[in-house]
């Protein structure tokens, strides 16, 4: 299985002005597998402002490619 589309990202707003961004892991090789939180060592997450617009994208950007630290 390659890279592509193994990674995933879930947002949540957290109380109106935080926003967290967790990186997910596809669970198997099918294609419609589930994805979930990327738990391989420690959660990825992010925590940013809501207002923070590249903030939140790099965050969904680097969720998605598996780079979310």
């Given at each position: 299985m390659g890279t592509e589309g193994r990674f995933g990202a879930r947002v949540y707003l957290m109380d109106g002005k935080?926003?967290?961004?967790?990186?997910?892991?596809?669970?198997?090789?099918?294609?419609?597998?589930?994805?979930?939180?990327?738990?391989?060592g420690k959660q990825k997450g992010a925590f940013l402002a809501l207002t923070d617009d590249a903030g939140i994208a790099n965050a969904v950007r680097a969720a998605l490619s598996g780079t979310l630290s």
């Open positions: 935080t926003v967290l961004v967790y990186q997910t892991v596809r669970r198997g090789a099918a294609l419609n597998a589930p994805y979930v939180v990327d738990g391989r």
